[in-house]
């Protein structure tokens, strides 16, 4: 018997059983036609199994690289030593808690945390509409193309790279430097400077990740029906009338999905390039949460503290997610759950 002969019979083994458990229960027979056509996930998972197999691998990885580690976070309230136990050697409580709300490093690094994240979510987020509405104006397909591969190219460098450019072109002797001192000003050390940090790493971010940002908008923008255009320009609409009423609403709900993304990552600042760039000279504005549990909880082993942090900083990116899903789904309707 082949499969789908299988999967026939077993259907039609359920719905009898089904019939017959409906009329032990009373029912009438006419009533039972809603429920016979209804898929339960008996049937689609016997009908449809060879798809569901395709999530057996992604379950997995999730299970053991996202879930099975969250045990480890019980070291936040035991004292963990290496060479012990790997769930800590005897219970503290909220001691390292109180640690970490006493100490005004953390502190320093939380603001610094909340500041960057804000700035970047303020003026890169932004970006890449901006610039897939510009693409999507382009009428020259050659041109598109060619300025597509472009704003795309940075993105493919490594973080090292990205970060060896900046420190060059900042340096002493660097081009920014040199174009300064062409025009008759003094050289500014910029990777001295703690107030120019902020600057230099949000600048770097727009030219690492913008263009690579428009690439979910530009498909967004595909589905809009050009009906929907026709329209507007009959009503006498130009084209920033268009941009204003019939782009910018097709790709809201990618733009709300998105930005309840990055609010939900808005705690987690790129650790990397700011490990890469910053010196003891920039601890004022360059040190963020993830290069402070960097020091405390890999150079310093003190590894129940860092969980502690590290706890306590995905309760505030669970909680800004949860909120910002919740206000997005009763002011716009447009929700990720």
Do not use: C
């Amino acid at each position: 018997m082949s499969i789908n002969n299988e999967v026939v019979l077993a259907d039609a083994v359920e719905l009898r059983e089904e019939e017959e458990d409906r009329q032990r229960r009373g029912g009438g027979g006419r009533r039972a036609h809603p429920r016979r056509n209804r898929l339960t996930w008996r049937r689609a998972l016997r009908r449809d199994w060879r798809l569901y197999s395709l999530l057996v691998l992604p379950l997995l990885f999730l299970l053991i690289f996202r879930y099975v580690p969250m045990a480890g976070n019980v070291i936040a309230f035991r004292r963990f030593r290496p060479g012990g136990s790997m769930f800590g050697d005897e219970w503290v409580g909220l001691r390292y808690i109180e640690l970490f709300i006493n100490d005004p490093t953390f502190w320093r690094a939380f603001w610094n945390t909340v500041i960057l994240g804000s700035v970047t979510l303020l003026i890169v987020f932004p970006l890449p509409i901006i610039l897939a509405l510009m693409f999507n104006e382009l009428r020259s397909r050659r041109f598109k193309r060619i300025a597509q591969s472009i704003s795309y190219l940075p993105h493919f460098m490594s973080i090292v790279i990205v970060a060896g450019m900046v420190l060059q072109l900042t340096a002493l002797r660097g081009s920014i430097n040199q174009g300064i001192e062409f025009f008759g000003g003094q050289p500014i050390p910029f990777m001295q400077l703690p107030e120019w940090f902020r600057t230099i790493y949000v600048s770097s971010e727009i030219w690492q990740t913008v263009g690579w940002g428009t690439i979910l908008y530009l498909a967004a923008l595909t589905t809009i029906d050009p009906q929907l255009y026709e329209a507007a320009r009959i009503d006498g609409a130009n084209r920033w009338r268009q941009i204003w009423h019939v782009t910018l609403p097709g790709i809201r709900p990618t733009m709300i999905v998105l930005l309840i993304l990055n609010i939900g990552t808005f705690m987690a600042v790129g650790f990397e390039k700011v490990l890469l760039l910053y010196n003891p000279l920039l601890y004022p504005t360059a040190d963020v949460i993830s290069t402070y549990l960097y020091r405390v909880g890999i150079i310093s082993s003190n590894f129940s503290y860092a969980t502690a942090i590290g706890l306590f900083e995905a309760l505030i990116g669970l909680t800004l997610i949860l909120t910002a899903n919740a206000i997005s789904k009763r002011t716009v309707g447009t929700s990720l759950w």
